[in-house]
């Protein structure tokens, strides 16, 4: 018979990784963004290396996401926040994981945004981001290393002001 404590350490260690980040919180990191191939919806290829010297915030999504949908219009502020600064991109990745393109696009253009977005077909790219959780998100810097990240959206206004610290920061505003 195990004893309560024995049964509670376990317990405390297997949600370890889940209380490790609080969604919505950037953690900083420090390494090395995936190289990736995305297509945009008019079948266009977009690759990494389009982003290569340039700030790249990148968020990973799907239109069944709720926290998803909640994040979106801040990063659609933020995009517009940078739009004359060539040096910073937004780019929305849907993961594709039960969601065929054509629902993914009729969502998107019921919306108003005009960030790119693109698709991750067989969700490989997610998972060699590592996500574990949508949205996710990466603030990657313009030598291709990932700087921080984060899982799901806290406070929106919170959130969008905390993106822009950090881009600026790395831009050396």
């Not at 950037?26 to 290569?52: C, H, I, L, N, W």
């Not at 949508?134 to 700087?147: K, L």
């Not at 921080?148 to 920061?169: L, P, S, T």
């Amino acid at each position: 018979m195990l004893r309560p404590a024995l049964v509670f350490v376990v317990l405390v260690g297997l949600a370890q990784p889940v209380l490790a980040q609080s969604p919505g919180v950037f953690s900083p990191t420090e390494r090395p963004s995936p190289g990736f191939q995305v297509f945009q919806p008019d079948g266009e290829v977009v690759t990494s290396k389009a982003y290569s010297g340039n700030v790249l915030v990148l968020t990973f999504w799907a239109s069944w996401c709720s926290p998803c949908l909640r994040e979106l219009p801040h990063l659609q502020a933020l995009h517009e926040a940078y739009a004359d600064d060539d040096r910073v991109a937004v780019l929305a990745i849907n993961i594709g994981e039960g969601e065929p393109e054509a629902d993914a696009t009729r969502f998107w253009t019921s919306t108003a945004y005009t960030m790119p977005y693109a698709y991750d077909r067989t969700s490989f790219i997610y998972a060699t981001f590592g996500a574990t959780a949508i949205p996710a998100t990466y603030i990657i810097d313009g030598s291709g290393t990932i700087r921080y990240e984060a899982y799901g959206i806290a406070n929106g206004d919170a959130y969008e002001a905390e993106v822009r610290g950090y881009v600026d920061a790395l831009l050396g505003d």
